[in-house]
């Protein structure tokens, strides 16, 4: 069974940053793909991002290209989401996911089999 611990959300304001971490623990693959989700009250749940471990494929929705940078340290088996010129649309609750399968047909399309608890971030106008 793969563990997925999130940190790093908080609050903040407009403009602002913030770096979420994931650890994953268990996996016992050697290539597999990480990613964050998120979920705002009333909404459906939002692919942010997601990367390939040992991989140079990234994938990024569109609302946070350009702001969001996703990353990867293979050694720890941890993966980053820097977070710059936050918004309040991107307020939410932030889910690290993790499946062997990658999102090859897009964000939209993916399923991983594995969560994190969620970490909430909060930025204020």
């Known amino acids: 069974q793969v563990h997925l611990v999130e940190s790093g959300g908080g609050s903040v304001q407009a403009g602002g940053s913030l770096r979420l971490s994931c650890a994953a623990s268990r996996y016992t693959s050697s290539s597999y793909c990480m990613g964050w989700f998120r979920q705002a009250p009333g909404k459906e749940r939002e692919g942010v991002a997601a990367i390939k471990t040992r991989g140079p494929n990234k994938w990024y929705a569109d609302s946070v290209k350009g702001r969001f940078t996703i990353s990867q340290d293979n050694a720890q088996n941890t993966v980053y989401l820097q977070m710059n010129s936050l918004k309040p649309e991107d307020t939410a609750m932030y889910y690290c996911?993790?499946?062997?399968?990658?999102?090859?047909?897009?964000?939209?399309?993916?399923?991983?089999?594995?969560w994190g608890q969620g970490t909430q971030v909060t930025v204020s106008s």
């Open positions: 996911a993790a499946d062997g399968r990658c999102p090859y047909y897009g964000l939209r399309a993916w399923s991983p089999g594995y």
